[in-house]
């Protein structure tokens, strides 16, 4: 399967990775969300939120966030209404902690955790009586999802999935984040880590002895902080067993890729070759278009998410 160069065509005025990536963070249009929200019980005593749309339909789409994120997401906004409108049931999971309220163990979430996406989906199919008809993941989701699917290979229930922007070797992104414009995206979101990781530990008891404001890079806070609590030797250890591109060959369910060349989050040499794909891997690589960017259209009043309309087209396939 070789990768695609796809038809993506940026606004003209947002050419650039970093106009891409932040122009929908601050004006893209926000639309309005009914969602009902369930507390999943997890076995490990933990717990996990969903938000539910109310859509009336058997096509229910699992959607994953990126690091830090949440429902107010441009992206997660974004797919949710777009999958009503087109006639699924999307289904948001918050990963552990990412809520907006402190899960109860020591343990969070990170880039490799499949069991919590695991038991999502049994979960789904315990209360609805089938499985998701797809998942759909964002930056840190996309490497949980395509992780998932390498890990579960002819297994996995679910007919689709689609990764948008995707960390495929995360030492590769850690590096990254340490050059250029990028470090704003570095300092932002080491930012939310540092809050979240000493507003939790304010109410609980941390099993870490480790000043979180000290550390200035992704590798010293995964080395520090992400490896240690969930039991990784080492930030390179964590980054080794959890990055997704090693499991790409494995996937069978079939699956959009949709990442662009210019993503400041990734060097250009981080996406896949040919040789690391499969025929149920269909690859759109863009020269344009960001970290989940991939704004289109001709004018400021006039824009439309090019990866949104991907991710619709691709789950409708054959439906």
């Known amino acids: 399967m070789a990768v695609k160069i796809a038809d993506f065509k940026p606004s003209w005025w947002l050419r650039s990775a970093h106009l891409q990536t932040l122009w929908p963070v601050f004006f893209k249009k926000k639309h309005r969300l009914d969602l009902l929200v369930e507390q999943v019980e997890l076995d490990d005593g933990d717990f996990i939120d969903l938000y539910w749309s109310q859509k009336d339909s058997a096509k229910i789409v699992l959607v994953l966030h990126g690091l830090e994120g949440s429902l107010d997401s441009h992206y997660a906004n974004g797919i949710i209404y777009q999958l009503e409108q087109s006639g699924y049931k999307p289904v948001f999971m918050y990963f552990r902690g990412c809520s907006g309220r402190v899960n109860r163990l020591t343990r969070a979430y990170h880039s490799g955790e499949t069991g919590d996406l695991s038991a999502i989906v049994e979960h789904i199919k315990n209360r609805t009586g089938h499985y998701p008809y797809a998942v759909v993941g964002f930056s840190l989701g996309a490497n949980v999802l395509l992780k998932w699917l390498g ?4 297994t996995n229930p679910v007919k689709k999935a689609v990764a948008v ?3 495929f070797i995360l030492h590769d992104a850690a590096e990254r984040l340490q050059h250029g414009l990028s470090k704003v995206y570095r300092e932002y979101l080491l930012g ?3 809050t979240t990781y000493i507003e939790k530990f304010k109410l609980i008891e941390s099993p870490l002895h480790v000043e979180v404001k000290d550390l200035k890079s992704f590798w010293d806070y995964d080395d520090k902080v992400t490896a ?12 080794d067993r959890c990055s997704c591109r090693q499991y790409l060959k494995a996937i069978r369910t079939p699956t ?8 400041p ?3 250009h040499a ?7 794909l499969n025929d149920c891997i269909d690859l759109l690589a863009t020269r344009y278009g960001g970290h989940v960017g991939f704004v289109s259209g001709s004018n400021p009043f006039a824009t439309y998410s090019w990866c949104e309309l991907k991710i619709t087209e691709f789950l409708s396939v054959n439906k």
């Open 270 to 276: 981080t996406m896949p070759g040919d040789d690391e």
């Open 256 to 263: 959009r890729i949709i990442h662009s060349y210019d993503d």
């Open 265 to 267: 989050f990734m060097f």
């Open 151 to 154: 890990e579960t290979g002819e």
């Open 192 to 194: 939310s880590l540092r």
């Open 165 to 167: 922007s995707v960390p």
């Open 228 to 239: 240690p609590l969930h039991g990784f030797d080492g930030a390179q250890d964590y980054y």
